[in-house]
């Protein structure tokens, strides 16, 4: 089983930025894919970035230049550096792992941490 908690979330203003971190126990996840979704008030889940264990990236059109993910294997640790913040960034940001390719379906998801960005 794998547990993954994630932190750095909070309020923000428009233009500023936000690192989450997500710690991730369990079986080793450095054969896996890595990612983030979100989820705003009245909207789909979507996959905002990912990454896997052999350095392939993916990034929603959205968040493209503003947003960048990486990962400490040694720590078992996932990163989103989040950039320039739009008021539409606002949502629950899940950490996700377990899948063998980049767009998922992932296996493993973490309880959120909230986003908040005002205008």
């Known amino acids: 089983q794998v547990q993954l908690v994630e932190s750095g979330g909070g309020l923000v203003q428009a233009g500023g930025s936000l690192r989450l971190s997500c710690a991730a126990s369990g079986k080793s996840l450095s054969i896996n894919a890595m990612g983030w979704y979100r989820q705003a008030p009245g909207k789909e889940r979507e996959l905002v970035a990912a990454i896997s264990s052999g350095g392939n990236f993916y990034y929603a059109d959205s968040v493209k230049g503003r947003f960048t993910i990486s990962r400490d294997n040694a720590k078992n640790t996932l990163y989103l550096q989040m950039n320039s913040l739009k008021p539409e960034d606002t949502a629950i940001y899940y950490c996700?792992?377990?899948?063998?390719?980049?767009?998922?379906?992932?296996?493993?998801w973490g309880q959120g941490t909230q986003v908040t960005v005002s205008s």
């Open positions: 996700v792992s377990g899948s063998i390719v980049v767009r998922g379906p992932y296996d493993y």
